[in-house]
């Protein structure tokens, strides 16, 4: 992670057996349940900050009260507490959560009151806002794709963030930078880099571009499937977030 | 943290399924089309500096079958060395045991989608008459496609015509003329399909095929698929959909397996008046449900068509009297006429000179 939020991110993944952070943030454990919560918080903040500046069409402050709010109340109701695997897509679950919270908060038309637990939130809603700025948002927008569609843009760059943390503690830095010129920078740039063009810029072998860049994808893929893992109630939810996300069948 | 595009969103999800082919001489630049078996590529051949398709299974970890399948598909292609036929060029396995093969990469459109620009009835049965000469080529080498369809044709912007995806083809023999081994299938004959199997696609599935009669499936299987092609060059719809041409009702097309057997076939005629009755009566035979019905061979097939284009009578429609006098009037339109008009002025001459 690179600051924009002080929540979850790959240093402080957990737990390390896998368990989903979905079934945690349910759990009897408080602290696992926080540590759990937290991580949740870390990879839904975002779409959720988007969700209710474009849908509810809420100003940017009264969007960051209602998504600090929004979080500090679902820990203090245990709102994932109450998710069925069965029913719903965890992700699905919680902007109907979200929903329900602002629908409430509109109604009773009172500014929220943020729990103890929101004060310990610090999201980057700049870079959020940032990002608003770049969406082409209209009329004709479909709200679930939308959050749906955020929701991966969020998880893709929490991931990349990750990869570049893992190339540098690993030595890796080429992969990166490899990886980043090609497949980040790539399909916006005018002109489609190749594979020989880097090979030249970088001082390396064409074959060497070449497996490079297939390390870096298939931990790029390794790690968006962890994330995937943590934040799926079942492993059916996970098989089918997979598929959806990343149109690949898990291992 | 990184800001993600829609263009580079969409690139990663992607880049995040392709294959590792950091141990081969290729290089992905995209993904082409993803199948029930394998997914196809463009990639690039660093040695031969050149573009080629690159299909690769689908699934790391499908399993020795779906390997074995794959390299069999390839086998068989490579076996088939036709203009009609996309080469093989190599095959290989990737670091995590998927298998793959590179192919000719193979610019044009599919048939189905060539269709929509419009074209005339002319070229449209002469792209079929091209489609039917891989075909009856793999047949000579004891090789059955199965899955014949607009989808699986690929018309190049030069009017070369590809038959691809062998991928369910079924091996009924080694040809008599070529040594053994010239066409390899591990295990049975029959390419490890087992009765009750029902591979190919509905709406151009012989009966016996959709009923998963494996053993009867033989040439005269394709020869149906061929004349469900046929049926939808004429009617832009594949054999099966009914009463859509008359009402204007959305096009339903046939159900799969047994259903499929049973369900009666629409004549191509009754929902386009303009196609011919001969070359109604040539893909009507085609798609006969029995199999003794239809062509023996799509050489048969084929040389109707050619008679068709020609002018000529064709085997599958017995001609009366009367139309027989019509196409030979059609026929020979131009000779009449003069003729006619030679008789008309000598008469008209005599007439009025008396000489």
């Known amino acids: 992670m690179d600051g924009d939020t002080d929540i979850g991110g790959p240093g402080r993944r957990f737990p390390a057996t896998r368990l989903s952070m979905v079934v945690a943030a349910g759990g009897r454990d408080g602290e696992v349940r926080a540590r759990a919560f937290e991580a949740l918080v870390a990879a839904y903040w975002k779409p959720v900050y988007k969700y209710v500046r474009i849908k509810w069409g809420a100003s940017n402050e009264d969007a960051k009260d209602l998504t600090q709010g929004f979080f500090a109340l679902a820990y203090e109701k245990a709102f994932f507490a109450r998710y069925d695997p069965a029913r719903a897509r965890f992700r699905t679950y919680l902007r109907i959560c979200l929903d329900g919270f602002v629908a409430n908060q509109r109604k009773a038309e009172q500014r929220l009151k943020r729990g103890g637990h929101a004060e310990t939130l610090s999201l980057d809603f700049e870079d959020a806002e940032e990002e608003l700025r770049h969406c082409d948002v209209t009329d004709s927008l479909d709200m679930e794709q939308y959050f749906h569609r955020e929701w991966v843009r969020h998880l893709f760059g929490l991931a990349v963030a990750a990869l570049r943390e893992r190339c540098k503690a690993n030595g890796k830095n080429a992969q990166y930078r490899l990886f980043e010129r090609y497949d980040l920078e790539g399909p916006d740039a005018a002109e489609r880099v190749s594979y020989a063009q880097l090979a030249l810029e970088f001082g390396l072998p064409a074959t060497q571009v070449t497996n490079y860049l297939a390390w870096a994808r298939r931990e790029f893929r390794g790690i968006v499937l962890d994330t995937l893992r943590d934040l799926s109630g079942s492993d059916e939810e996970f098989r089918a977030e997979a598929r959806l996300v990343l149109g690949v069948e898990p291992p | ?355």
């Not at chain 2, 691809?164 to 066409?183: C, N, T």
């Not at chain 2, 599935?205 to 009669?213: L, S, T, V």
């Not at chain 2, 020869?223 to 041409?245: D, H, K, N, T």
């Not at chain 2, 002025?345 to 005599?350: A, K, V, Y």
């Open chain 2, 1 to 355: 943290m990184t800001r993600i595009s829609d263009e580079t969103l969409a690139h990663l999800r992607e880049v995040a399924d392709w294959p590792d082919l950091g141990s081969t001489r290729y290089e992905v630049r995209e993904r082409l089309a993803r199948g029930g078996m394998g997914t196809v590529y463009v990639a690039r051949d660093r040695d031969l500096e050149r573009d080629v398709a690159l299909k690769v299974l689908s699934l790391p970890g499908s399993g020795p079958e779906a390997a074995a399948r794959m390299l069999r598909e390839a086998r068989i292609i490579a076996q088939l060395e036709h203009p009609g036929i996309v080469p093989v060029h190599d095959v290989g396995t990737l670091p995590d045991g998927r298998v793959f093969y590179a192919m000719k990469l193979v610019g044009g459109s599919r048939l189905d989608h060539l269709l929509r620009r419009g074209r005339p009835l002319s070229e449209l049965l002469g792209i079929f008459l091209r489609i039917c000469e891989p075909v009856a080529f793999a047949h000579a080498h004891g090789v059955i496609h199965r899955d014949l369809k607009p989808e699986n044709v690929m018309v190049g912007a030069f009017g070369e015509v590809l038959v691809m995806d062998w991928g369910v083809a079924k091996v009924l023999r080694q040809p008599e003329s070529e040594p053994a081994g010239a066409v390899e299938s591990p295990g049975t004959t029959e390419g490890d399909t087992a009765h009750g199997t029902i591979l190919g696609t509905p709406g151009y599935m012989a009966p016996e095929q959709a009923r998963g009669e494996v053993e009867r499936i033989d040439e005269r299987s394709d020869v149906y698929a061929l004349g469900a092609i046929l049926f939808f060059l004429l009617s832009e719809r594949p054999p099966g959909s009914r009463e859509a041409a008359d009402t204007g009702q959305k096009t339903r097309t046939r159900p799969s397996g047994a259903a499929a057997a049973a369900t009666p076939l629409a004549a191509p005629g009754k929902m386009n008046r303009t196609v011919p009755r001969p070359l109604q009566a040539i893909c009507l035979k085609a798609l006969a449900p029995e199999r003794e019905a239809r062509y023996a061979t799509v050489q048969d097939l084929r040389a109707d068509v050619s008679r068709f284009l020609a002018s000529g009578p064709v085997e599958a429609y017995p001609e009366g009297p009367l139309e027989r006098v019509r196409r030979f009037v059609r026929t020979y339109r131009t000779p009449i006429v003069l003729i006619l008009a030679y008789i008309l002025m000598r008469t008209l001459l005599i007439i009025f000179t008396g000489r």
